[in-house]
């Protein structure tokens, strides 16, 4: 460990670095040395390689919603600062226990009893690093008498780089507003790729794509890198995000669209006491296959 508590998991092709009292975050993903997800260069969790969503995915409105008839207001949970809205959860803004660890693998747990959330739950996070692949698994259990709204998803950041490409098939992608809310759904109809083979850095967005068909790849010419991401089917939603100046960018997979809880409750799972949400994502990279191959 170094004084942020990272921990590396590792084997021939890969090597992972979590720093589980950092929001059971992830600080590093790197293939034959190569950076799959960007690397943390301090200890704060807006740093991260990766970091885990839980029980909710991306913004709720001004953290209001209603619940059983009670209206519910949650604070700003965003690091160092205030957010108008309640952001993607609880769990990368609190510390995890390590509850096994070997060199290819490591569970973690975060329990949340705090109360701001209105519902108990436990969250449990398993990262395996194996020779064809890193592997990250996630549930959380309603822990409370009365039904829980629940949603997971995994929030990393890939390096900043003019030739990036992404590629993902999805139905529909969100309209929205300058700070993240949903305005509308643009509905293709059918499973598209919003960027048309176009680099990332052609948009500037903070949007999510709903309707996902197969696996996420994005492609990285410059360091001759393909990064392949396969979501459970329980991730249908994607997150992606392209800032202005930012040398990095996010492709998110989601359980739930943003603020869904008021706008369309019926695509969160709803959690009787002691019922679990499952999650998981499957991270590949293998070089750009060219001509001469």
Known sequence: MDKYGLLTLATSNYEVTIAPQVGGSLRSLDWRG??????????????AACFPIVPFCNRIAL???????VEHRLP?????TWHPHALH???WVRPWQVMALDGAS???????????????YRAEQQVTVAADGVRIRMSVTNLSSSPMPAGLGFHPYFPGDDSAVYHGLHRGEWETSPDGLPQSLVDAGRAVDWWQGAPMTSRVVDTIQEGRKGKLTIQRPADGLLIEMEP?????????YVGRDADFFCVEPLSHPTDAINRAPEKMAMLAEGETLKASL????????????
């Not at 953290?63 to 008839?69: I, N, S």
């Not at 700003?76 to 160092?80: K, T």
């Open 232 to 240: 459970s089917d329980g991730l249908p939603c994607t997150g992606v």
């Open 282 to 293: 499957l991270i590949r990279a293998s070089r750009i296959r060219t001509q001469d191959d």
């Open 76 to 80: 700003s949970n965003f690091p160092d």
């Open 89 to 91: 959860g609880y769990g």
């Open 34 to 47: 190569l950076p799959v997800f960007r690397k943390a260069r301090t200890g704060h969790i807006l740093d």
């Open 63 to 69: 953290g209001r919603f209603a619940a059983d008839g």
């Open 106 to 120: 490591i569970r973690l747990v975060h329990d949340y009893d705090e109360g701001v959330w209105p519902w108990r």
